[in-house]
Every structure is written in structure tokens, then in C-alpha cells.
């Protein structure tokens, strides 16, 4: 059984930064592709970025690109998405997502697993 369980959200004035984790327990000796999604109340869930197993290979939506960096840990089994220059429009719970090649990781509906989601709210 795989399980993600992401940490890091909170409150944050607009322009600055919170660093999201999220944690692979269960099969870690499986390396996974693995994605961050967030849904902002009342509308669809959307893509924000995603990296390959290995760390090699990142994608992001074009409404974060050069805010947002996806990475991996060293043991690869922990990804972080840090999030810069933070915007009201940001604000949504933020749900990190495994399983699938790198390309379902990238774009709804995203891959297999997910975790229950972290908060982030972006203040003005």
C-alpha cells in the first residue's frame, strides 16, 4: 500500500514563500514519477508541476513557472515543491499525486496515488 502525506501548507502573506513536502511511505523501494495538484475552492483541480523518478526531468504550469521549483530528496522518496513570490491566486489545498509515467503525473486526472491534500492560503 502505498501512502503520500504532504506537509507544509499554512498561512502567507502575499510575495512570499512556504516549501511543501511530500513524503512516499509503503513501497519506497519503488521510485515513482510524482506530481503536485492543487483545487482552489469551487473550481477543478489543476496541475502545477511535476518531477521524474530519477529528478532529471520537471514540468510546470504556466501560472507558476519561475515562482515554483519541484524537487526530489536524496532518497528520493520525498518531494518538495518550493513556492516563491506567493499570489492570492495561489491559494488552494495543494495535493501531491504518484504513480504513472511522467506525463500523467503532469496533466489532470494525474496518476494512481494521492495524498489527503495541505492548505496554502496566500493573503493580499
Known amino acids: 500500500q502505498v501512502q503520500l502525506v504532504e506537509s507544509g501548507g499554512g498561512l502567507m502573506q502575499a510575495g512570499g514563500s512556504l516549501r511543501l513536502s511530500c513524503s512516499v511511505t509503503?513501497?519506497?523501494?519503488?521510485?515513482?514519477?510524482m506530481g503536485w495538484f492543487r483545487q482552489a475552492s469551487g473550481k477543478e483541480r489543476e496541475f502545477v508541476a511535476a518531477?521524474?523518478?530519477?529528478?532529471?526531468?520537471?514540468s510546470y504550469a504556466d501560472s507558476v513557472k519561475g515562482r515554483f521549483t519541484i524537487s526530489r530528496g536524496v532518497a528520493k522518496n520525498t518531494v518538495y515543491l518550493l513556492m516563491n513570490n506567493l499570489k492570492p491566486e495561489d491559494t488552494a489545498v495543494y495535493y501531491c499525486?504518484?504513480?504513472?509515467?511522467?506525463?500523467?503525473?503532469?496533466?489532470?486526472?494525474?496518476?494512481?496515488?494521492w495524498g489527503k491534500g495541505t492548505l496554502v492560503t496566500v493573503s493580499s
Open positions: 518531477i521524474s523518478w530519477s529528478g532529471s526531468d520537471t
Open positions: 509503503g513501497r519506497t523501494s519503488t521510485f515513482y514519477n
Open positions: 499525486n504518484a504513480g504513472g509515467s511522467l506525463a500523467t503525473v503532469s496533466s489532470t486526472p494525474g496518476g494512481l496515488y
